[in-house]
């Protein structure tokens, strides 16, 4: 009996070997015939990626900005830090001959100019920035200012969440208007040493701004400009200060008191009263007028130290208003208040 049992087990045993033996083989020989990854099992199907959203491509005009030169706020997120060569070129003719670049990527540069004795000076600027906080980027908010008043501004500048960049000077001036076109010229100065690419503005600390208005700005080639409507409440005036356009060609100025019904109108048929200056708030242009003089015109007999910049520009602009484009496209719509 003993060794009947003894067989019978043998005899379970190998059965039970055979059969995983060939469970194992079908299954081996199965999968020989199977893809070696789900891509190529789903080769036919188009593969949509769920809660990714990829990066956008960055722009050369960003990219020319030099990040070792921009101070930034601490609790400005790194990823937004423009990347590239600050000594790289700005590309030439933006808009003409090269592919066209999405408006909404061309980089702004904000120039803000500051008053020593403005009691309001901190308050208009951190409005200022709360605005520019809310553009899109790119942006890069230019910041000039007298080396007395730096100290406590460079704090509040750090805490704005702005790119921006804080320069200053030592010179002392009694006249304000000198001032302000002497802060305009330091700005334009860096602007063109470090060929920072994009589209220059200057903006008061006082203005207010549609923000709609940043969007329409990028459109600009070369030159733009529109209506400011000016505000005065010591002298209980408003006027309105800008182009005449047709589908967003100029073709002349007004200068509107709205206050007293007063209006000085210029036309394109009235080509000798252009106006002796565009509103300083009213205007925009490329900033490779600054570094390009084959392309604009520009002297270059005299060092840069020498030049007007703000005066080049505005010369530039009045020569020939052809190369003007309105903001936006009918000039029919305010968008930035002057008070």
Not at 101 to 130: E, F, M
Request: proline fraction near 7%.
């Amino acid at each position: 009996m003993g060794s009947l049992d003894r067989s019978k087990k043998r005899s379970h045993l190998l059965k039970k070997a055979l059969v995983h033996f060939s469970l194992c083989f079908v299954m081996g020989f199965f999968t020989g015939f199977a893809p070696h990854s789900t891509a190529t099992l789903f080769h036919h199907r188009p593969v949509k990626s769920v809660g990714v959203v990829p990066s956008a491509p960055v722009d050369p005009m960003e990219r020319v900005i030099d990040a070792s030169l921009i101070q930034i706020p601490r609790s400005f997120p790194a990823a937004v830090l423009p990347e590239g060569d600050a000594n790289r070129p700005p590309p030439k003719d933006v808009g003409r001959g090269h592919e066209p670049q999405s408006p909404s990527r061309w980089l702004l540069i904000v120039v803000t100019t500051t008053r020593s004795n403005d009691r309001l000076q901190g308050a208009y600027l951190r409005r200022l920035a709360h605005t520019l906080r809310l553009v899109p980027p790119p942006l890069l908010w230019v910041v000039v200012q007298a080396h007395a008043d730096a100290l406590a501004t460079a704090e509040m500048l750090r805490t704005t969440g702005v790119v921006y960049r804080h320069l200053t000077f030592m010179e002392n001036f009694t006249d304000p208007e000198a001032e302000a076109d002497h802060q305009r010229n330091v700005a334009l100065s860096h602007v063109e040493y470090h060929r920072l690419a994009g589209i220059v503005l200057f903006a008061a600390a006082s203005n207010v701004y549609d923000l709609r208005f940043f969007d329409e700005i990028r459109e600009i080639e070369a030159f733009g400009t529109w209506t400011v409507a000016v505000m005065s409440t010591n002298r209980k005036r408003a006027a309105l200060d800008g182009p005449i356009c047709h589908s967003s060609k100029v073709e002349g100025w007004i200068l509107k008191d709205l206050s007293d019904d007063k209006r000085l109108l210029v036309t394109s048929t009235d080509l000798n009263q252009k106006p002796p200056k565009i509103n300083i708030s009213g205007f925009g242009f490329n900033s490779s007028i600054l570094w390009d003089p084959e392309r604009w015109g520009r002297p270059t007999s005299l060092p840069d130290t020498s030049q007007d910049s703000i005066k080049f520009v505005h010369d530039v602009i009045l020569e020939d208003e052809t190369k003007l484009k309105g903001i936006p496209a009918d000039c029919s719509r305010i968008m930035v208040w002057q008070l």
